[in-house]
């Protein structure tokens, strides 16, 4: 499985952006998507993610970014996408996506719960 991310950028505090990632080389719709990132001096930590289409595509968020951020897929594209409003300095990160096929619910916020990974995209917020 290969996951490609674009969509990064610098943006002004209040701005919007939209995080994209492309999946190919394996059954996009059977997969738990995730996006986490990680800070400078800061450990990776979990974003959003939405559960497989076969799973009842349940989405979930970190307390952080609820009712900012926005993950939805396109399984005709193999596309999972991250929908980012009001941005925050504290949001400066790299963004990385990632993919699993055997996540259960109650794991779906764990790094180590995913298989593979994207490269990561940087996001930078100013204030």
């Known amino acids: 499985v290969q996951l490609q991310a674009c969509g990064g950028g610098s943006v002004q505090a209040g701005g919007s952006l939209r995080l994209s990632c492309v999946v190919s080389g394996s059954t996009f719709r059977h997969y738990t998507m995730g996006w986490f990132r990680q800070a400078p001096g800061k450990e990776r930590e979990f974003v959003a993610a939405?559960?497989?289409?076969?799973?009842?595509?349940?989405?979930y968020y970190a307390d952080s970014v609820k009712g900012r951020f926005t993950i939805s897929r396109d399984n005709a594209k193999s596309t999972v996408y991250l929908q980012m409003n009001s941005l925050k300095p504290g949001d400066t990160a790299v963004y990385s996506c990632?993919?699993?096929?055997?996540?259960?619910?109650?794991?779906?916020?764990?790094?180590?719960?995913?298989?593979?990974w994207g490269q990561g995209t940087q996001v930078t917020v100013s204030s």
């Open positions: 990632a993919a699993g096929a055997r996540i259960i619910a109650s794991t779906t916020i764990y790094s180590t719960s995913y298989d593979d």
């Open positions: 939405i559960r497989s289409s076969i799973g009842g595509g349940a989405t």
